[in-house]
């Protein structure tokens, strides 16, 4: 199996200009990898691996389980690389389900990211990122088809709720993908909604490879093309124009639970 193995790290400078966003350690201006996400997803820099502990504000609020909101693309994926380490090490937290949160809850809501997943009921984000009650916008399909309904609910987070992360979560194996790269291939019917699925997901089937590794590339390949549809709805290019949100592809291992991104 061969994916972009990127750790999962938002932060870096490059030109809005350049053809691929970087990946790398933390460096002071971040503007400018920003801009540059409606350009491509991210690639592999000389960053920290997947999991490195967040910034030390954001670890200790997490572990009082009434974690401070991150503000910024940066600081949203580096607490969902801390959670996803937790997850993979079974040290899990389950933060913010104190009846202190559940109760706060009651008046509103400030989720820091969008995770929009697979309807696999192997990858559930609040569970790969160990992130509790009101931290997490989640909206799955199969195969993360998008649609309008799945369009205006993520506008709905990052418009209304000001979320600055909106992250396409794929996974290893995934049942969608495989069925659409089948019925591609055999020209089978499948029945109508999920004819749909596989309609959708169906331009991105990577027929320079055969069998298994199909599925597996038309996966990153399904990844990469709901992030960049998603970084070109006008609305939310904007705000990745100003620098106050990022839109990211990763995808889940289910052999080793690791979340990377995708480049």
């Given amino acids: 199996m061969k994916t972009e193995d990127t750790p999962l790290r938002l932060s ?3 030109s809005a200009a350049s053809a691929r966003t970087r ?9 400018g990898f920003l801009r540059a996400g409606l350009t491509g997803a991210a690639a592999l820099g000389a960053g920290l691996t997947l999991g490195a502990a967040p910034a030390p504000a954001s670890a200790s609020a997490a572990s009082a389980g009434t974690s401070r909101r991150p503000g910024t693309p940066d600081e949203a994926l580096r607490e969902l690389a801390a959670g996803n380490l937790r997850w993979r090490t079974y040290r899990e937290r389950h933060p913010d389900e104190t009846p202190a949160v559940r109760q706060s809850l009651t008046s509103g809501q400030q989720p820091f990211a969008v995770v929009l997943g697979c309807v696999d009921s192997r990858v559930p984000p609040e569970l790969v990122f160990d992130q509790g009650l009101g ?3 989640t909206v799955r399909t199969a195969g993360e088809v998008l649609d309008e ?33 089948q019925a591609d291939a055999s020209g089978e019917e499948l029945p109508a909604h999920i004819r749909y699925l596989a309609d959708q997901i169906a331009p991105n089937i990577d027929r320079t490879k055969e069998g298994d590794a199909r599925v597996d590339s ?13 970084a070109a709805e006008p609305d939310l290019a904007a ?9 990211v592809g990763a995808r889940y291992e289910l052999t080793n639970q690791r979340v990377h991104l995708i480049a």
């Fill in 149 to 181: 309904a799945v369009l205006g609910s993520v506008a709905f987070g990052v418009l209304e709720l000001h979320i600055p992360l909106v992250l396409v979560l794929g996974h290893q194996s995934c049942g969608a993908v495989k069925a659409a790269v």
């Fill in 23 to 31: 990946f790398a350690a933390a460096r002071p201006a971040r503007r």
């Fill in 239 to 247: 705000k990745v124009n100003a620098g106050q949100l990022a839109v």
């Fill in 218 to 230: 038309t996966i990153d390949a399904n990844i990469r093309a709901v992030r960049a549809r998603l």
């Fill in 135 to 137: 931290d997490l916008l």
């Fill in 12 to 14: 870096g400078l490059q």
